[in-house]
């Protein structure tokens, strides 16, 4: 069982920049694949990023490629979303996700696990 708390997410002007945090419970954190989706009003959860277990692979939606980073500290059981350059259309909640893989999953619907998700909201 893993426990996902996401933080850091608020109110920025286009062109801003936020980082979005993910604590996870457990002692297994290095065994799984984490990733970040966002949900944003009338519209269906998107991938955003994801990251293998040793941080050696990641994964970026189009959309965000060359703007948002993802990155994860196995000795603080924490996974991370830089976002620069953020534009209105990233306005959203914002989930990160666990599970137990060797890869990175982009595949909402393979992640077990899931954090209550943080808004994130970008003015023009």
């Known amino acids: 069982q893993v426990q996902l708390v996401e933080s850091g997410g608020g109110l920025v002007q286009a062109g801003g920049s936020l980082r979005l945090s993910c604590a996870a419970s457990g002692r297994t954190f290095s065994s799984y694949a984490m990733g970040w989706f966002r949900q944003a009003p009338g519209k269906e959860r998107e991938f955003v990023a994801g990251?293998?277990?040793?941080?050696?692979?990641?994964n970026y939606a189009d959309s965000v490629k060359g703007r948002f980073t993802i990155s994860r500290d196995n000795a603080k059981n924490t996974v991370y979303l830089q976002m620069n350059a953020l534009k209105p259309e990233d306005t959203a909640v914002y989930y990160c996700a666990a599970v137990r893989s060797t890869g990175v999953v982009v595949d909402a619907k393979f992640y077990p696990y899931w954090g209550q998700g943080t808004q994130v909201t970008v003015s023009s």
């Open positions: 990251i293998r277990w040793s941080g050696t692979s990641t």
